[in-house]
């Protein structure tokens, strides 16, 4: 659903290109509508929504789709953009969608065989956390070949390009019942100084400055360092803010929260205030993690970068 012909037709061609048979598309606004209305249209195995802006009437008839999807069981896919990302994050607390932001065909394309995967009884919550990490790199690789097969195409083969990112993720968060245990019977350190963790950003944000960025990418490393500050800071941090501390693109960052949140290092907490905005913390295990491994590092800590 999109109020944009252009993009509804897009999304038609990716839908085609990802072997997707189309059983109903229209104007965003439709949905508001129906949700007005007494009868409420059946939903297909998956719902593909543009949402760019953060009007009252959209984020309604989005908030109405999220519920309804979580209800079918169907998959979702949401299009937004930087300014419209805390808005459209709120609203979907329901359907576990998957949020793209400025997406390019490529991306598109591959948040449609993500949604497949996942529609198609793949049990991914049941996998391992390596396996799920191994999963997600993957799915950032194709989604980066196929966005730089698209620049290729559109530029010819003497197009400039970054850095490849192949390898192979670290040993996934650990959650053994026995040493969870073992870790709960010791005494809790306090959190580190935020001042020392914003220094630590400073110097990994520095690289940048004289190399390629994508070279030194870890999102999930970046986003746990930021939220570490944050929490000794006593100060909440909206997925937006998360999105540029973890030095990647919105729509990859967004599959790291998605993937660090069902691993048990990541929470979304609602604005009690304000229910149209919801923040990211850390999970009182993560925190715990977070200080003992500063603790043991101790003064060497001023140096890591």
Same mark, same amino acid.
């Given at each position: 659903?999109?109020?944009?012909?252009?993009?509804?037709?897009?999304?038609?061609?990716?839908?085609?290109?990802?072997?997707?048979?189309?059983?109903?598309?229209?104007?965003?606004? $439709?949905?508001?509508?129906?949700?007005?209305?007494?009868?409420?249209?059946?939903?297909?195995?998956?719902?593909?929504?543009?949402?760019?802006?953060?009007?009252?009437?959209?984020?309604?008839?989005?908030?109405?789709?999220?519920?309804?999807?979580?209800?079918?069981?169907?998959?979702?896919?949401?299009?937004?953009?930087?300014?419209?990302?805390?808005?459209?994050?709120?609203?979907?607390?329901?359907?576990?969608?998957?949020?793209?932001?400025?997406?390019?065909?490529?991306?598109?394309?591959?948040?449609?065989?993500?949604?497949?995967?996942?529609?198609?009884?793949?049990?991914?919550?049941?996998?391992?956390?390596?396996?799920?990490?191994?999963?997600?790199?993957?799915?950032?690789?194709?989604? $980066?070949?196929?966005?730089?097969?698209?620049?290729?195409?559109?530029?010819?083969?003497?197009?400039?390009?970054?850095?490849?990112?192949?390898?192979?993720?670290?040993?996934?968060?650990?959650?053994?019942?026995?040493?969870?245990?073992?870790?709960?019977?010791?005494?809790?350190?306090?959190?580190?100084?935020?001042?020392?963790?914003?220094?630590?950003?400073?110097?990994?944000?520095?690289?940048?400055?004289?190399?390629?960025? $994508?070279?030194?990418?870890?999102?999930?490393?970046?986003?746990?360092?930021?939220?570490?500050?944050?929490?000794? $800071?006593?100060?909440?941090?909206?997925?937006?803010?998360?999105?540029?501390?973890?030095?990647?693109?919105?729509?990859?960052?967004?599959?790291?929260?998605?993937?660090?949140?069902?691993?048990?290092?990541?929470?979304?907490?609602?604005?009690?205030?304000?229910?149209?905005?919801?923040?990211?913390?850390?999970?009182?295990?993560?925190?715990?993690?977070?200080?003992?491994?500063?603790?043991?590092?101790?003064?060497?800590?001023?140096?890591?970068?």
């Amino acid at each position: 659903m999109s109020d944009s012909d252009q993009l509804r037709t897009d999304w038609c061609e990716d839908a085609d290109m990802a072997g997707l048979a189309l059983a109903h598309f229209g104007p965003l606004s $439709e949905e508001q509508t129906a949700a007005d209305g007494d009868l409420e249209p059946t939903l297909g195995d998956m719902v593909v929504v543009d949402c760019p802006g953060d009007e009252p009437a959209a984020l309604a008839a989005l908030a109405s789709l999220d519920m309804r999807a979580a209800r079918a069981g169907s998959e979702m896919v949401v299009a937004t953009t930087p300014g419209a990302l805390d808005a459209v994050f709120a609203c979907l607390d329901q359907s576990r969608a998957e949020i793209l932001v400025d997406p390019s065909r490529g991306e598109r394309v591959v948040a449609l065989g993500w949604m497949m995967a996942r529609s198609s009884g793949a049990r991914l919550r049941d996998i391992s956390d390596d396996d799920r990490l191994s999963l997600l790199r993957l799915t950032e690789q194709v989604a $980066e070949i196929a966005e730089r097969l698209e620049r290729l195409g559109q530029q010819g083969l003497g197009a400039g390009g970054g850095a490849f990112r192949f390898e192979s993720p670290g040993q996934a968060f650990r959650s053994d019942a026995d040493a969870e245990r073992t870790l709960l019977n010791r005494p809790r350190p306090p959190l580190p100084d935020p001042r020392l963790v914003r220094r630590i950003i400073q110097q990994r944000q520095l690289r940048a400055k004289y190399f390629d960025g $994508e070279l030194f990418a870890d999102p999930a490393w970046d986003m746990l360092l930021d939220l570490t500050a944050a929490r000794a $800071e006593h100060t909440r941090v909206s997925v937006t803010s998360l999105c540029i501390a973890s030095a990647v693109p919105p729509t990859t960052a967004l599959r790291w929260i998605s993937q660090m949140v069902d691993a048990g290092l990541l929470e979304r907490q609602q604005d009690e205030v304000d229910r149209r905005r919801a923040f990211i913390a850390l999970t009182d295990k993560a925190a715990d993690a977070m200080a003992r491994y500063f603790a043991e590092l101790g003064r060497d800590a001023a140096g890591l970068v």
